[in-house]
């Protein structure tokens, strides 16, 4: 969908997903066949029935066509015809090769729209059925309306001639909401002369200001699978910044009857679950649980929205991915929950980032609210909650008439206790508030955001736990030179408040490291408060020509702290990165497209010690045969540099320079059996740190409604210099940091089945096991952690004691049946499944036979779901 710009490996399969596809050269054929008999197309427009290049005029229906797929209703015969279609992927500005002819029509209550795609062999159509916003490589054609005429968000709606329905909300103009879902009907069908897709969409699901005439934005993409051609009205550029405000625009809409926008989803579940017995009972119980819960979505005005949820369940949300994380930081997992990633653009505020403006973390992490208790490790047992109850959430969102967006969120979590009734999670409500106004018509705009947690601690919790915590900040974003240029730069700050004893443990945990016996930063164990600010400020280069940049400068004071609403791994850090793009978006005759990448990136402390430096290469290129190659390469750590948290708060720690190298091949995802293979090395400390891993996949499609693909992934590695254990009192002059040698095997796969009987009905299967086996030796601690020889830094400790080792194995599986058995009314069926241990059994080697069969002897967790809601719009 837009141009991808890629920093690193892990983008890869985002690259992919944004760019589309060119076909190998087959027979010209430009005039479609003529249908059938009794078959009906409208007939074409003549003069003024023609829209042009860039806009279009909607007409009201004199009466409401028939959504069949059709498109023989004799209401269409009044609509104006939209067919300038241009090709935009692979070459920007070609005529298509198939005719493309659309039209709009509307009444109070809905938009109409009917496509016409002329193929001259409906029989090499590629129609694939799937679930509801899954993507796969079938044919599509998407409706992009952006309805506040903003130029920077929009509705999509699209169809697959199989019927598969996908919607999608567009936000800071070329970043999709996936979860949005709206209600409304489309109808596909392959016929003689090519495909037909029909949409009727209610105006209650669109967002506009109140007027007595509306020109929405309007874009038309279709793409043709089977030859890889992308096409757009208007034409979409690809080498340009932005996606929605490139779209055109179609008027006509007048006398909007304001639509009735409630729609209230109540629920039932019923669950059964694996529960270990407590109070020193033996064995499992499976207790089965009943709730009750309503999702509602009122529409305050035509272009503000409240979106309430009561006693959510999300237990057909599949798992998170299995991970072992020995690293200094939290892991980050994304956002899967349907009511907080609806709507969720509207709440980002980028305190960081991953490579290019990728992977945004900031003020507001929604995987707070409904946490795993946080003393559950302290006071809790294996008959604790596993996660916290959400009572209750809120949120109002919308599009102010003056072009200022809102977003309010409050959520409500209840009190969770362990044994002997502790509270290991106390009830506490969670507050957001965002505000975005528009400048020079979506060019830019001005935001600020504000966080606030209020925990209602008791004498317990308050030793461990932040009484309150609230976070701001305001942000600034231009665009300008044909809006391929963009400035960025915001500033926030946080407080956080508790007892001495919580605030002390604030000022040790990982984030921020007061007690560290080489920095200038003293840990205050009288303190009750905690205050830190963060900056940051970003020039880009997303469009025009072929080259793309951006240099990034951002801070964080030592005492920043956002963790109880948002995600900030470290504090005290302050770094510089640059990154320069070549994107060849033309085909030639080596390939169809590449994109090459250049990354170089420092790191200090905000008193100015240098914490890591890094250069990185990576190219990705699209051959004519639709295979992709890709190759990278990373050299980080040269000079003098420090990993000031290594050793856990204790000194800083020289790190050694380290080189990492990977390779990958994919082939033509259009196929039916299709596969990819990685594989990549590294080594550090001298040498005496390598590695090395292999991942290859396959995915296969049989027919139209299965398909299936099993991915593995093989690491095998040495760290001489792996964190083990902290010994005496921190920061003292006695305490040991002590390392050892890890030799770490690691061995995971994962499975997707997936059944599709129709575009309402399918079946979903998801699991993974993932097994990590290691063995540690040369037990060391720090003896001299800034020395210029890896071998300098330590010295033995132990006395010749074997560490021991470490036996990670789990394994996930999720079972999803969907039946949408009426438009916005769902039943879930689910089979949750689990089993997991860890152990410091010492391993040499991993044994997979033995380790598979342990990881089956453990006892599994299982959860039955049924989940049924009803859509009703009253």
Known sequence: MHSPRLSGWRLAALLLAAAGTQARAQANAQTPVRPAAGEVVPAPARG????????????RAASAPAIDGRDADPAWRDAQVIDEFLEYDPTPGAVPRFKTEVRVLFDDKYLYVAARMFDPAPDSIISLLSRRDVRTQSEQLKLVIDSYHDRRTAYQFILNPAGVKRDFYVYNDNVED???DAVWDGAARVDS??????FRIPLSQLRFPKRDAHTFGFMVVRDVARTAQRISWP???????GYVSQAGEIGGFAGFATPRRLEVSPYVVTKNVTQARTGGAAGYAHPQEQALGADVKYGLTSNLTVDATINPDFGQVEADPAVLNLGAFEQFFEERRPFFLEGAGIFTFRNSCNDIDTGCRGL???????RSPQLGGSFGDAGSPVNTTILGAAKLTGRLPGGASIGVLDAVTQREVGTQG???????NYFVARAQQDLNQGQGDFGAMVTAVNRNADSLTSSFLRRQAYTGGVDFRYRFFNRNYELHTSLSGSRVAGTASAIAALQRDGVHRYQRPDDDIALDPTRTSLVGDAQRVSFSKFGGGVTRFQSVYQRYSPGFEINDLGFQQRADEQL????FSINVQKPNRVMRQGFFNFNAAGGWTTAGLPTFSSSNVNWHLQFHSQWWGHVGGNFNNFGSVYDDRVARGGPAVRRAPNWSAWAGVESDYRKAVTGSFFAGSHGSDEGNSHGWYVNPSVQVRVASQFSASVGANWDQSVTAAQWFANYGAAGADTTHYTFARLDQKTLSMTTRLNYTASPTLSFQFYGQPYISVGDYSDWRELANPRAARFADRFRPYGEGRDPGGLDFKQLRTNSVLRWEYRPGSTLFLVWAHGRDAFTDRQNDRLDVRREYQDLLGLHPNNTFLVKLSYWLNP
């Open 48 to 59: 003024a029935d023609r829209a042009s290049a860039r806009v279009a005029e909607a007409r």
């Open 178 to 180: 996936v979860t949005w």
């Open 193 to 198: 002369a090519g495909w037909v897709a029909e």
């Open 235 to 241: 034409l979409y550029r690809r080498d340009r910044q």
């Open 364 to 370: 507001f992490y929604s995987r707070r609210v409904g």
């Open 422 to 428: 502790r509270t290991i999670e106390p009830g506490t």
């Open 576 to 579: 510089f990165r640059n990154w």
